[in-house]
Nanobody, 124 residues
Framework: QVHVVESGGGLVQAGGSLRLSCAAS????????MGWYRQAPGKQRELVAT???????NYADSVKGRFTISGDNAKNAVYLHMNSLKPEEKDIYYC??????????????????WGQGTQVTVSS
């Protein structure tokens, strides 16, 4: 079982910055991909940024040049630095981790875990 905890959301003025953090714990054997997604009320969850275990990153076009995703494999953690935030980016942000966990017999099993979500509010 994987437990994921997010932190770092809050209220910021337009043009401001926030840093989101996400850390996972449990019987984690490996983390292959980490990412951040966001969701507004009544809308589908959308990708913000992802990072693979080899450091390859992928960003939504709308955040390129403003957001930076980074990971710390030793801490099973992923971060999202957000600069020049816009009011329309007021959403709940979720972290996502995919990889392998160890079952009771010590065998690796795939998992996909989500954080509980953290609210980001950008005032105009």
């Amino acid at each position: 079982q994987v437990h994921v905890v997010e932190s770092g959301g809050g209220l910021v003025q337009a043009g401001g910055s926030l840093r989101l953090s996400c850390a996972a714990s449990g019987s984690i054997f490996s983390i292959d991909d980490m990412g951040w997604y966001r969701q507004a009320p009544g809308k589908q969850r959308e990708l913000v940024a992802t990072i693979s275990s080899n450091g390859h990153t992928n960003y939504a076009d709308s955040v390129k040049g403003r957001f930076t995703i980074s990971g710390d494999n030793a801490k099973n953690a992923v971060y999202l630095h957000m600069n020049s935030l816009k009011p329309e980016e007021k959403d709940i942000y979720y972290c996502s981790l995919e990889g392998l966990v160890l079952d009771q017999d010590g065998s690796p099993l795939p998992y996909h875990a989500w954080g509980q979500g953290t609210q980001v509010t950008v005032s105009s």
